[in-house]
């Protein structure tokens, strides 16, 4: 069967390549590794501009921004198919405040507790103790990524601005 041409371009694929590379370079692919399903040797191909064929699967994707709080990958993916990748909350609410800081210490420090509860012995088979260490975490990666989603706004506006 013959197949018609591919309406991304290569151009359009190296973009790709380029914000997954900035992303696992925040991530630390050997590291980031450990946290999600795919080894390291995969993770470099994905980023790889002479590995055109490869590209991150969906939920690696998701894996990547909750471990780094970067949008790039997405964001790109958003302007191929001329969208804009905006938060949930509308984009109102981009300045960063002593709420926002006072959330993320607070939703953090309430994981550690959880996660050492989870981790005890006598702990580790209830299944109440992982579910509430599951949920603390979820809390403080949810308020970091708040957090750092308004620390790169307010970097790309000096950066614009400069």
Same mark, same amino acid.
């Given at each position: 069967?013959?197949k018609?041409p591919?309406?991304?371009?290569p151009?359009?694929?190296?973009?790709?390549?380029?914000?997954t590379r900035?992303?696992l370079?925040?991530?630390?692919?050997?590291?980031?590794?450990?946290?999600?399903?795919?080894?390291?040797p995969?993770?470099s191909?994905?980023?790889?501009p002479?590995?055109?064929?490869?590209?991150?699967p969906?939920?690696?994707?998701?894996?990547?921004?909750r471990?780094?709080?970067s949008?790039?990958v997405l964001s790109?993916?958003?302007?191929?198919?001329?969208?804009?990748?905006v938060?949930m909350d509308?984009?109102e609410?981009?300045?960063?405040?002593?709420?926002? $800081?006072? !959330?993320?210490?607070k #939703?953090s420090?309430? &994981?550690g507790?959880?996660v050492?509860a989870a981790?005890?012995p006598?702990k %580790?088979?209830?299944?109440?103790t992982?579910?509430t $260490?599951r !949920?603390?975490?979820? #809390?403080g990666?949810? &308020?970091k990524?708040d957090?750092?989603?308004?620390l790169?706004?307010?970097? %790309?506006?000096?950066?614009?601005?400069?």
């Amino acid at each position: 069967m013959n197949k018609l041409p591919r309406p991304t371009q290569p151009e359009e694929l190296l973009d790709l390549k380029a914000a997954t590379r900035r992303d696992l370079s925040l991530a630390r692919a050997n590291a980031f590794a450990l946290i999600t399903r795919v080894d390291a040797p995969v993770l470099s191909k994905y980023g790889s501009p002479s590995e055109l064929g490869h590209f991150m699967p969906i939920d690696v994707l998701v894996d990547l921004i909750r471990d780094t709080g970067s949008h790039d990958v997405l964001s790109t993916i958003a302007g191929l198919v001329g969208m804009k990748l905006v938060p949930m909350d509308g984009g109102e609410g981009d300045e960063l405040t002593y709420d926002d $800081a006072t !959330r993320m210490i607070k #939703e953090s420090g309430e &994981a550690g507790p959880a996660v050492l509860a989870a981790a005890d012995p006598a702990k %580790r088979d209830c299944l109440d103790t992982i579910g509430t $260490a599951r !949920r603390e975490v979820r #809390e403080g990666i949810a &308020a970091k990524q708040d957090v750092y989603r308004k620390l790169a706004l307010r970097e %790309r506006r000096l950066r614009r601005a400069s």
